[in-house]
């Protein structure tokens, strides 16, 4: 069982805004940055968002981050069918001095 | 532009070491942290450790006692052992970048599975 809880899936309908939650606690999203990845089979993690809100150089303007208190957010809009992949929340755990994932969400797109 | 290649062996026995090396080609290896990142099969991400060009590490909890994470400077090399595998350890191995005490950024290696059986 993750440290960070995300929903196990999520869905929405092409063109439509979905959210992706992640919730952690003080030690880790309540006082650090968030990071968001998606996850295709085969491939390697990609970074979508890192310190909690910032978008790599070729990562759309279509996903964006924030966070409030110890829980994150990962939107995405104007959704695509090649958004479908699998998502993961990262953050440092400061008591723990260790890095911990959520344990993912499965976005479909219906 | 940076690229991480890594490799070690992918099929292995109950108890045997998992070994695996991540190599560094372009960037600079001593001003960043340096990870592994494991996926099992059908499961989620898991965050292994880190380690800097010092030395300096961190380990994830639930394998600090199995696990070392050693670093090569003179051949930007990072490496990753883990001994009494059993088949749990199955998994996709990710070596990748950071700035340490945070998660991974944008560059990463291709991934490793490692399968142990039997």
């Known amino acids: 069982q993750s440290v960070l809880t995300q929903p196990p899936s999520v869905s929405a309908a092409p063109g439509q805004k979905v959210t992706i939650s992640c919730s952690g606690t003080?030690?880790?999203?309540?006082?650090?940055?968030v990071f968001w990845y998606q996850k295709l089979p085969g491939t390697a993690p990609e970074l979508l968002i890192y310190d909690t809100h910032k978008r790599p150089s070729g990562i759309p303007d279509r996903f964006s981050g924030s966070k409030s208190g110890t829980s994150a957010t990962l939107a995405i809009t104007g959704l695509q069918t090649g958004d479908e992949a699998d998502y993961y929340c990262?953050?440092?755990?400061?008591?723990?001095?260790?890095?911990?994932f959520g344990g993912g969400t499965k976005l479909t797109v219906l | 532009q940076v690229q991480l290649q890594q490799w070690g062996a992918g099929l292995l026995k109950p108890s045997e070491t998992l070994s695996l090396t991540c190599a560094v080609y372009?960037?600079?290896?001593?001003?960043?942290?340096w990870s592994w990142i494991r996926q099992p099969p059908g499961k989620g991400l898991e965050w292994i450790g880190e380690i800097n060009h010092r030395g300096v590490t961190s380990y994830n909890p639930s394998l600090k006692s199995r696990v070392t994470i050693s670093v090569d400077t003179s051949k930007n090399q990072f490496s990753l052992k883990l001994p009494s595998l059993t088949a749990a350890d199955t998994a996709v191995y990710y070596c990748a970048r950071g700035f340490g005490r945070e998660m991974p950024r944008g560059r990463w290696g291709q991934g490793t599975l490692c399968t142990v059986s039997s």
């Open positions: 372009g960037g600079s290896f001593s001003n960043y942290y």
């Open positions: 003080s030690s880790n999203i309540g006082n650090n940055d």
């Open positions: 990262g953050a440092w755990d400061s008591s723990l001095s260790a890095g911990l």
